[in-house]
Nanobody
Framework: QVQLVESGGGSVQSGGSLRLSCRRS????????MAWFRQVPGQEREGVAV??????TTYADSVKGRFTISRDDDKTTSLQMDSLEPEDTAMYYC????????????????????WGSGTQVTVSS
C-alpha cells in the first residue's frame, strides 16, 4: 500500500519562501517519477514540477526559476518555493506514477496513480 503525506505548507508574504515535503510509504517498483500539482477551488489541477527516475526535472512555465523539485532520499521528495507570489496560492498535492510517462505528459494529472491529501499554501500581497 503506497501512501503519500505532504507537509510544509503555510502562509507567507509575497516574495517569501516555503519548502514542501512529500513522504512516501510503500514501494513502487515500476516507476520513480514524483510530481507536485496544485489546485485552486473551481479550477483544474495544475502540474507544477516533476522529477523522474533519472533525476530529470520538468517545471510549469509559471514556476520556472522560482521552484525547485528534489529527491531528498528514497522516500522523500521536496519542493522548494522561492519568490512566492499571490498567484501561487493553492492546495499543493504530491503525486506518484506507476508507469514511465512520456515527457510531454509529465504535467498531466491523469498520468499519476497515487496522491497525497494536500497541503495549503497561501501567499499574501
Amino acid at each position: 500500500q503506497v501512501q503519500l503525506v505532504e507537509s510544509g505548507g503555510g502562509s507567507v508574504q509575497s516574495g517569501g519562501s516555503l519548502r514542501l515535503s512529500c513522504r512516501r510509504s510503500g514501494y513502487i517498483f515500476s516507476s520513480n517519477t514524483m510530481a507536485w500539482f496544485r489546485q485552486v477551488p473551481g479550477q483544474e489541477r495544475e502540474g507544477v514540477a516533476v522529477i523522474d527516475s533519472d533525476g530529470t526535472t520538468t517545471y510549469a512555465d509559471s514556476v520556472k526559476g522560482r521552484f525547485t523539485i528534489s529527491r531528498d532520499d528514497d522516500k522523500t521528495t521536496s519542493l522548494q518555493m522561492d519568490s512566492l507570489e499571490p498567484e501561487d496560492t493553492a492546495m499543493y498535492y504530491c503525486a506518484a506514477a506507476i508507469v514511465q510517462i512520456p515527457s510531454w505528459l509529465l504535467l498531466k494529472d491523469v498520468q499519476y496513480k497515487y496522491w497525497g491529501s494536500g497541503t495549503q499554501v497561501t501567499v499574501s500581497s
